[in-house]
């Protein structure tokens, strides 16, 4: 498996119209804009940070993964995701070794992206999100 970089940190917020003006007057960041994840019950936005970004999540509903985290856990770090070159080959690495998995295969995520999550019981109780890009 190679990864690439950090791709981004997801912030668990429950409004993102609330929660961006923090990251855009205080720390200085630009918003990409916003897009809805039917499929995961979400909406983003991505603040890019050098090659990285911030990733806000505002759950689209009351049972999404996004407000179940906030309910338990409140708003912050939700995950961590690493750009990797090869998602299918990555997973299937991972699988070999054992790791725990959420995604067995890729799905689609904001931005067209392919991304497949880690369970946090394979990773000390970090949601680790595995993603590839069409640029690298």
């Given at each position: 498996?190679?990864?690439?970089?950090?791709?981004?940190?997801?912030?668990?917020?429950?409004?993102?119209?609330?929660?961006?003006?923090?990251?855009?007057?205080?720390?200085?960041?630009?918003?990409l804009?916003?897009?809805?994840?039917?499929?995961?019950k979400?909406?983003?936005?991505?603040?890019?940070?050098g090659?990285?970004?911030?990733?806000?999540?505002?759950?689209?509903?009351?049972?999404?993964p996004v407000?179940?985290?906030?309910e338990?856990?409140?708003?912050?770090?939700?995950?961590?995701?690493?750009r990797?070159?090869?998602?299918?080959?990555?997973?299937a690495?991972?699988?070999?070794?054992?790791?725990?998995?959420?995604?067995?295969?890729?799905?689609?995520?904001?931005?067209?992206a392919?991304?497949?999550?880690l369970?946090?019981?394979?990773t000390?109780?970090?949601?680790?999100?595995l993603?590839?890009?069409?640029?690298?």
């Open positions: 498996m190679k990864i690439l970089k950090i791709d981004h940190l997801g912030i668990a917020v429950s409004s993102i119209d609330e929660k961006k003006n923090f990251w855009i007057d205080a720390m200085g960041l630009k918003l804009g916003t897009e809805t994840v039917d499929a995961q979400v909406t983003t936005a991505f603040l890019p940070v090659e990285s970004e911030v990733e806000l999540l505002e759950s689209t509903t009351d049972d999404g407000a179940k985290y906030i338990k856990k409140g708003e912050g770090i939700q995950h961590v995701a690493f990797v070159e090869n998602i299918e080959e990555a997973l690495e991972l699988k070999e070794k054992g790791i725990q998995l959420i995604d067995q295969v890729p799905r689609r995520g904001a931005g067209g392919k991304i497949a999550f369970h946090p019981k394979a000390s109780g970090v949601l680790v999100e993603c590839e890009r069409e640029s690298t």
